[in-house]
Nanobody, 115 residues
């Protein structure tokens, strides 16, 4: 059984920063891809950033240059540093951990950016 738990969301003013953390634990020794998705109330869930087991990263165009994903492989933890936040970044952010094509999701953490 795998547990994925996010933390670090909250309310921030436009232009501010937040750092999200996600820890995956359980019966899996290591994961392939780990990443972040987000879902605003009026939109479908979308990819924000992903980092592979080799350290390759991929970002949504909307966050390139502002967000940075990183990973602690020993702790099965992934981070998302979010800078220069905009009101349109407001969403529930979900952590995703993949192993053997199985996707495990956290319950999400709310990020609210006020203008």
């Amino acid at each position: 059984q795998v547990q994925v738990v996010e933390s670090g969301g909250g309310l921030v003013q436009a232009g501010g920063s937040l750092r999200l953390s996600c820890a995956a634990s359980g019966s899996i020794f290591s994961f392939n891809d780990m990443g972040w998705y987000r879902q605003a109330s009026w939109k479908q869930r979308e990819l924000v950033a992903v980092i592979t087991s080799e350290g390759t990263t991929n970002y949504a165009d909307s966050v390139k240059g502002r967000f940075t994903i990183s990973r602690d492989y020993a702790k099965n933890t992934v981070y998302l540093q979010m800078n220069s936040l905009k009101p349109e970044d407001t969403a529930v952010y979900y952590c995703n951990a993949v192993v053997y094509a199985m996707h495990y999701w956290g319950k999400g953490t709310l990020v609210t950016v006020s203008s």
